[in-house]
């Protein structure tokens, strides 16, 4: 590989530019809005100001949906998950599983799946 080539992955993932566009275009495909630019320009709005905790960050999934979603994962209705369960969960969603800070030992509920994802 070039090592321009590897410079601009480097960018990329230090920066986590494809989770964003990622998400950015699971939103333009859950909404398909009418004017997908302005829509797009909007959701990066919400992540800005979402950054700066000045309002609500854009979410693709609803409580219903995670809640949902956390019913797959737990099958036999233990009301917990494990993190091996949860990281699949957050691939998936297309979401990264890089910062994960639970230990094989830990179970997760609902609530904490809801506040991580």
């Known amino acids: 590989m070039a090592a321009g080539e590897q410079q601009g992955r480097d960018y990329l993932q230090r920066h986590r530019l494809p989770e964003l566009l990622h998400r950015l ?21 919400r992540v800005k100001a979402g950054k700066r905790a ?11 949906n995670l809640a ?9 209705g233990q009301g917990h998950i494990t993190p091996a369960q949860y990281r699949e969960g957050l691939k998936t969603l297309g979401l990264s599983t890089e910062d994960l800070q639970f230990g094989d030992d830990v179970n997760i509920t609902l609530d904490v799946f809801k506040e991580e994802v």
């Open 54 to 64: 000045e309002g609500e960050y854009p979410y693709l999934m609803d409580e219903a």
């Open 68 to 76: 949902a979603m956390f019913e797959l994962l737990d099958v036999v």
């Open 25 to 45: 275009s699971a939103l333009l495909l859950y909404h398909r809005p009418e004017r997908p630019r302005e829509f797009l320009i909007q959701a990066l709005e």
